[in-house]
């Protein structure tokens, strides 16, 4: 109980350090001066308004200097910080690969409000994931081998589709950076891992795709990060992924 805890009080923290990061990144700035800031009016934020969550709620998601208000995303990001710190612990236990897998995980969250919010991905993260992923493969349970396929089969699959795309419709698809990213998650899950993220992510987007053309009136050209499915659908692999695999499989299965 004290290490749940435990657990879900440093995802809250590391979840307020991730808003930094996502909103800094894209603008080129540095993510570790100057402290943390109203980005309305540029007041330095002091300790007891920069609590997670709790400060968001007492402020009542406004700045205590010029009453600008604060966007829902920071709380949001908090809480999924520390749910999925929580969710890893449940499922990993504390220990290397917990510690690993989270970090991965913040990568996923970053990435996917950037993309959200400006349509990239920075390489910062996804090359340099990439890289220490490479590293840290030693204590997951997915060997070197796996690792290196899941980087070549991530990033080589979704180069053929944009490709084909491209040659098909004479129109640019998915950007470069959803290649560096899924080569990032392949480093992380394997091959396999990456098979599960492409399928899962490709669901996901079709189904939310569609919803969000039919509601907003746009037509099918229209522009819908790749980025957050493909980390939704690295997650949900992380969690269920080979058994929801074993599941299919045995559905697959001639009686």
Do not use: H
Not at 17 to 43: D, K
Not at 187 to 201: D, E, L, N, P, S
């Amino acid at each position: 109980m004290i290490a749940a805890a435990a657990v879900i009080l440093l995802g809250l923290f590391i979840g307020s350090f991730l808003n930094v990061c996502i909103y800094r990144i894209p603008r080129a700035e540095s993510i570790i001066w100057p402290g943390s800031r109203c980005t309305a009016c540029g007041t330095p934020i002091k300790p007891w308004d920069n609590i997670p969550l709790v400060s968001y709620l007492f402020l009542r998601g406004k700045c205590r200097q010029c009453s600008a208000r604060i966007k829902p995303r920071y709380p949001l990001v908090e809480a999924l910080s520390a749910l999925l710190a929580l969710a890893l612990y449940a499922r990993f236990g504390l220990g290397a690969v917990f510690l690993i897998y989270y970090l991965f995980a913040c990568a996923l969250i970053v990435i996917t409000f950037i993309d959200l919010d400006f349509q990239i991905i920075p390489d910062r993260i996804s090359l340099g994931g990439i890289v220490v992923g490479l590293v840290l493969v030693y204590w997951l349970p997915v060997t070197y081998k796996d690792a290196l396929i899941g980087l070549a089969v991530g990033a080589g699959s979704l180069l053929l589709i944009i490709y084909g795309y491209y040659f098909l419709t004479k129109r640019q698809g998915m950007g470069g950076g959803d290649v560096k990213l899924l080569g990032m998650i392949g480093v992380f899950v394997g091959w396999q891992g990456v098979a599960f993220t492409i399928f899962t992510a490709s669901l996901i987007g079709s189904v939310v795709g569609l919803a969000w053309i039919a509601v907003q009136g746009k037509d099918m050209k229209a522009a819908i990060p790749f980025g957050p499915f493909l980390s939704i659908g690295a997650l949900i692999y992380l969690f269920w992924g080979p058994s929801l695999i074993a599941w299919y499989l045995m559905l697959m299965r001639p009686y």
